[in-house]
């Protein structure tokens, strides 16, 4: 079955009254694609002020998979890390309430690189989309 996920952005900006969006430019994208396994994941993941892995349901992550974050959050943000193995990692990316995040994941090897997220000073709800990443319609 064909376009089984499909995916949308943009991104705009505006300060004194100048806009700058991609809106109608090549960057604005709707890319949909096939899906070869049957797993799928949708939570809320109560994250608190130590860090804890985003719960990836029984998606395989032996292959690409797409993450979807939504800081459900209104007062506080979480931020996210990635991990390479148990001890070393890099602080990635935050989300202020409200703002999502999604990207295309790397195939893991032993359990890494991985993702993991805290919230700064109390628990946040984010809710998490997790599911294979499919091919690309060409």
């Known amino acids: 079955m064909a376009n089984e996920i499909s995916i949308q952005f943009k991104l705009?900006?505006?300060k004194n009254g100048v806009v700058v969006t991609?809106?109608?430019s090549p960057a604005t994208k709707t890319q949909n694609m096939?899906?070869?396994l049957t797993?799928?994941?949708h939570t809320t993941q109560h994250v608190g002020t130590t860090v804890e892995d985003i719960l990836l349901g029984d998606v395989s992550t032996a292959k690409e998979y797409w993450v979807l974050l939504i800081n459900r959050d209104a007062s506080n943000y979480v931020?996210?890390?990635?991990y390479k193995d148990a001890s070393n990692f890099a602080d990635l990316f935050r989300l202020r309430p409200?703002?999502?995040f999604m990207a295309r994941l790397k195939p893991?090897?032993?359990g890494y690189p991985k993702l993991s997220l805290i919230?700064?000073?109390a628990p946040c709800d984010v809710e998490v989309i997790v599911i294979e990443a499919g091919d690309p319609a060409l």
Do not use: F, I, K, M
């Open 12 to 14: 705009q900006g505006s």
């Open 108 to 110: 893991q090897t032993s």
């Open 39 to 41: 797993v799928l994941h």
């Open 79 to 82: 931020d996210a890390r990635a």
């Open 22 to 24: 991609n809106n109608g």
């Open 98 to 100: 409200g703002e999502p």
């Open 119 to 121: 919230a700064n000073t």
């Open 34 to 36: 096939e899906s070869t």
